[in-house]
């Protein structure tokens, strides 16, 4: 079966310094991966995702995040953080059947960012 | 971008009543519509998978019964809790997708935050 681990619940920054999220998948074939975002009183927000190809891949609101086959890996980044970017954030894999993707989420990593 | 709506976003029940939750695309047909359930500081777990005019498919361990899914129209998915009871507590998300398959995208909503009493 295939899971998601991320194994940072809780990151502070300050505003304008880098992040790095972290997230590790267990899956048997190459996976769907996602990340959104989750701000208070709004749905999940696609920031980006990889299907295949070029294993970095550019989202929205300047984050990137790089697939790491042999490290099973998904990190997420951003080269320097607004305090906009405080919300939760969850990666999550796919599995790329002919019918409709069924995500699994991993936990989530909270964001705060310090002014 | 395509846009999902709740309703209602709170809602609060006695013990043994049963609430119903709406999940609608404003401005896509959804073909398939997924549902999840939340608990508190912990990720979203998918509860069932409806694909219009078809019956849902329901997670290992999610009672049907008690879950009713309908997903009658492109644009509208129900959440029926059933006979609710204080542990079905919890915040719901629905999302919608335009096309079967892992390349089209899950639009979600902003959840229904359920507490029964």
């Known amino acids: 079966a295939q899971s998601v681990t991320q194994p940072d619940i809780h990151i502070t920054v300050s505003e304008g310094a880098s992040l790095e999220l972290r997230c590790n998948y267990s899956?048997?074939?190459?996976?769907?991966l996602f990340w959104y975002v989750q701000s208070p009183g709004q749905g999940l927000q696609l920031l980006l995702k990889y299907f295949s190809g070029d294993t970095l891949v550019q989202g929205i609101k300047g984050f990137e995040a790089e697939f790491k086959r042999s490290q099973s890996s998904f990190n997420l980044r951003k080269p320097s953080v607004h305090w906009s970017d405080a919300a939760e954030y969850f990666c999550?894999?796919?599995?790329?059947?002919?019918?409709?993707?069924?995500?699994?989420f991993g936990t989530g990593t909270r964001l705060q960012v310090t002014l | 971008g395509a846009v999902v709506s709740q309703h209602p976003s709170r809602v609060i029940c006695k013990s043994g009543t049963s609430v119903k939750i709406e999940c609608r695309s404003l401005d896509f047909q959804a073909t398939t519509m997924f549902w999840y359930r939340q608990f508190p500081k912990q990720s979203l777990m998918l509860m069932a998978t409806s694909n219009e005019g078809s019956k849902a498919t329901y997670e290992q361990g999610v009672e049907k019964d008690k879950f009713l899914i309908n997903h009658a129209s492109l644009t509208l998915s129900t959440l029926t809790v059933t006979s609710a009871h204080p542990e079905d507590s919890s915040f719901y998300i629905c999302s919608a997708s335009p096309g079967q398959g892992a390349d089209y995208e899950q639009y979600f909503g902003p959840g229904t935050r359920l507490t029964v009493t």
């Open positions: 899956y048997g074939a190459t996976p769907y």
């Open positions: 999550a894999v796919g599995q790329p059947t002919g019918t409709a993707s069924k995500l699994t």
